[in-house]
């Protein structure tokens, strides 16, 4: 039997077995340390506790900024989309102003932390040429008192940029500055999508004066917004349809292709130039014969007769042609200039402002005709009339492409032709020039084109044919003077986009 002694001793010697295999804890170690009072251990805590207590500082202040970085990244970002949205509705001359006081309105509202007094401010608004990105940069000073301990031994000079601000003045450690900088980006499509665009330009004779001058700053602006730098991920392209008593083709091979090979001729005015005969009787009963000439190296259009006057079916040698229009023998040139030839699809800035520079006015208004072409330059059934891939547009239906038409005018619909493509104050082989074009309107959206309508300072009954041509109420715009043309077009193209942030 084991006396009771000898088994409290060896229950005794466990327990400080098992804590020596334990050790000691992090806990009593520093309590241990902290009551030694022995000289060289009092020495080095004493010389040990002020890093420790620095470097603990340090972190105090460093996660204070940091957090005051992301709240305040957190605001620049709202800001900014805040300040661009503004500018999607503000008129043109004030685009600028209107976005910088939208974006420091909401940034000086905001509650960042604890920050400076009276150190939080909004910089300046940097925009670039088109007006579509817009950007600014934000700074705050955050009183750092745990670094601050640090200029008893190094001694640093307070940042220029901290003059005036009297907490921050003294030492490089007594504030840290935050800077924060936001872009918003009015980016043309959705996400990654991409898209067409087509718009038609009335150059007819009422647009003469300041209002072509009007349609120019107006269509260019459009192009800007809608026609972005980085295509890599989705593409942009924009169409020109410039239109008056005739629309003009850029290429004799296009020209061939939408009205047939055998219907064309290249031949000088004269012999061999291909023509219409047409034989006529008065009251009186005689007879007369006229031919009706088409215009030599003139790839001008009119109206499309047939079944198919009213569809995008690709022409061809049995369904109907785009009627190439005749005039007399002596007459042998197209209404539309060659400078306003129509401009297929293209993602080419230069491209697009160098056509729109160079229109003119001439002639009168067959708007039915324009709405046709603005139809045709998105439809992947007249493909075969470009020659580069880039002109041409893909199919109905893929994924991630939008296809819109901005068809835009000044004037009545009034000019229609007969089955000779012969102008006629008459009515024409399809009709009135105003009951064609929202028929045409009709196909369009049929094929899910989205349709927006701009009528420039029009009658009410244009106005009437235009918003029955526009996919709704919403998508025609109403111009009384230029600034209202260039806010309608800037409008559309911002419709057709959407903002993120870019920086």
């Known amino acids: 039997m084991i006396p009771t002694q000898k088994l409290s001793a060896r229950a005794d010697m466990s327990e400080r077995e098992q804590a020596i295999s334990k050790g000691p804890s992090p806990g009593s170690m520093l309590r241990s340390f902290s009551k030694d ?9 004493a010389l040990m506790i002020y890093p420790v207590l620095m470097l603990v500082g340090f972190g105090v202040d460093f996660s204070r900024t940091l957090a005051v970085r992301v709240r305040m990244q ?4 709202a800001a900014a989309l805040a300040g661009a949205r503004a500018a999607q509705t503000a008129a043109t001359s004030e685009i600028l102003a209107k976005a910088d006081e939208a974006a420091k309105a909401y940034f000086n509202a905001q509650d960042i932390g604890s920050v400076v007094p009276g150190s939080k401010s909004l910089g300046a608004l940097q925009a670039n040429s088109a007006k579509t990105e817009f950007t600014w940069e934000a700074q705050a000073w955050i009183q750092t008192p745990f670094m601050n301990a640090a200029s008893m031994l190094v001694n640093k000079a307070a940042s220029p940029a ?14 840290q500055q935050v800077k924060s900088t936001a872009a918003a980006l009015l980016q043309s499509g959705k996400g990654d999508s991409s898209i067409e665009v087509s718009i038609m330009l009335d150059i007819t004779g009422s647009m003469g004066g300041n209002k072509i001058a009007d349609l120019k700053l107006a269509a260019k602006d459009a192009v800007d917004i809608l026609v972005w730098a980085d295509q890599s991920k989705a593409t942009s392209r924009v169409a020109l349809v410039p239109f008056a008593e005739d629309v003009r083709l850029p290429t004799l091979a296009a020209f061939q292709k939408a009205v047939g090979t055998s219907n064309v001729s290249t031949a000088t005015s004269g012999t061999g130039l291909k023509y219409a ?4 009787t008065n009251k009186d009963g005689e007879t007369k014969t006229k031919k009706y000439y088409q215009p030599k190296d003139q790839y001008c259009v009119v109206e499309r007769p047939g079944t198919n006057k009213y569809s995008d079916i690709t022409p ?42 160079a229109l003119s006015v001439v002639g009168a208004t067959a708007g039915q005709i324009g709405t046709a072409w603005a139809w045709y330059t998105l439809s992947p059934d007249w493909n075969d009339l470009w020659d580069a ?22 004037g009545d619909y009034n000019t229609q032709y007969d089955q000779y493509g012969v102008k006629t ?4 082989v399809n009709g009135d020039a105003d009951q064609q074009a929202p028929q045409l309107c009709t196909g369009m959206k049929a094929k899910n084109i989205e349709v927006f309508a701009v009528g420039f300072m029009v009658s009410s009954d244009a106005e009437t044919l235009l918003k029955n041509c526009a996919t709704d109420i919403s998508h025609y715009y109403a111009a009384s003077n230029g600034e209202a043309l260039r806010m309608a077009f800037r409008d559309i193209a911002l419709k057709i986009s959407t903002l993120r942030l870019s920086k």
């Open 425 to 428: 104050s008459g009515s024409g």
């Open 37 to 45: 009072r022995r000289g060289s251990v009092a020495i080095i805590f």
């Open 389 to 410: 891939d880039e002109n041409k547009p893909k199919a109905y239906g893929t994924e991630k492409l939008k296809k819109i038409a901005i068809l835009m005018t000044d």
């Open 277 to 280: 005969s047409v034989t006529t």
């Open 162 to 175: 901290a003059a005036g601000i009297s907490q921050c003045s003294q030492s490089w450690w007594s504030c």
């Open 316 to 357: 061809n040698a049995t369904n109907g042609y785009s009627l190439p229009r005749r005039f007399s023998k002596s007459d042998d040139e197209c209404d539309v200039p060659s400078a306003a030839a129509i401009q297929p699809l293209t993602s080419n800035k230069t491209t697009l402002n160098t056509k729109i520079d």
């Open 74 to 77: 957190t605001i620049m970002d």
